[in-house]
């Protein structure tokens, strides 16, 4: 509990300040606060943390192949279950494979685990990221659309990232300390557009919402526990790795769904349900990783 409560409670409090502030009619510009956020900040965040730590080649390696198994596994399942429901994989299954592992799970993982947890989750969030805006949007589009995706600013922060690290290359501090302060607006405003973007959504359609939401935070918890002890994560990168898998659906997914008319009312009811079942769900699993 002197874990739980410091990692959530924030989490909590400023995703509810951005739902508060867009119910009273004072939210942020969500056009150009989304551009910053998407564009400079998230980028910026991946390439300072990516580039200024000294990541063990090896764990970076695990890291990143887990999450591609865990995706792979979401995709599988989620597929089997939508075709025996019925339902519109188009729709639906980008919801079920891609994780909110950037607006939440970034700040839980920093606050459940420290800075090393913020680095592992960076990691599972570019993997994550870089296959939302490519065969996630794919999928939701119904067309191949790889232009768009492959413009996405977080794959060239990822690769030079990486390669500055690996290299060693030391960043000018004039650089650095820019990077600092649009890496330390980022995870607050991630949070803010989180809760003004859960207070201009309606749910419709609850009862399969509601199924599907469970469907999404059970599949993470499976892949989560099981892919971690398999790659002997432990510490930080275990409660990284599993908080991620376990994140609700991530609202990239309901603004692809609009981007390509691809029922976001729909869309919208599963971000929703999902990230109040988190609610619940992430103590749980806090309680489990941190005893």
Avoid at 141 to 164: D, E, F, K, M
Avoid at 227 to 232: I, N, V, W
Avoid at 247 to 261: D, S
Avoid at 271 to 287: H, Q
């Amino acid at each position: 509990m002197s874990v739980i409560l410091p990692a959530i409670v924030p989490v909590f409090i400023m995703a509810a300040l951005g739902f508060a502030l867009a119910k009273t009619g004072r939210a942020m510009d969500g056009g150009t606060t989304a551009f910053l956020v998407a564009t400079v900040g998230t980028p910026a965040l991946v390439f300072l943390n990516l580039a200024t730590t000294t990541y063990n080649p090896e764990l970076v390696r695990n890291l990143a192949s887990a999450t591609a198994i865990a995706i792979s596994f979401y995709l599988a399942v989620g597929a089997i279950a939508l075709t025996l429901a019925g339902l519109k994989l188009r729709t639906y299954l980008p919801s079920l494979a891609f994780p909110n592992s950037g607006n939440l799970g970034l700040p839980l993982a920093l606050y459940a685990a420290g800075q090393q947890g913020l680095n592992d989750a960076i990691i599972i969030f570019s993997v994550t990221s870089i296959a939302n805006m490519t065969a996630g949007q794919v999928i939701a589009a119904g067309r191949g659309n790889w232009g768009r995706a492959l413009r996405s600013p977080i794959i060239p922060a990822v690769i030079v990232g990486l390669l500055c690290a690996y290299a060693r290359v030391p960043l000018p501090v004039w650089l650095t300390n820019t990077l600092s302060l649009l890496s330390s607006l980022t995870i607050p405003l991630m949070l803010l557009m989180l809760g003004t973007s859960l207070a201009r959504i309606q749910v419709t359609r609850f009862p399969r919402a509601a199924a599907l939401s469970g469907l999404r935070i059970g599949m993470g918890a499976v892949a989560g526990f099981t892919l971690a002890s398999l790659f002997g994560f432990s510490g930080a990168e275990r409660i990284a790795f599993v908080l991620q898998c376990t994140m609700p659906v991530a609202v990239y997914n309901y603004l692809f769904a609009q981007m390509y008319n691809n029922n976001p009312e729909d869309v919208a009811s599963l971000v929703i349900v999902s990230t109040v079942f988190s609610v619940a769900t992430t103590p749980m699993v806090l309680a489990v990783l941190v005893p």
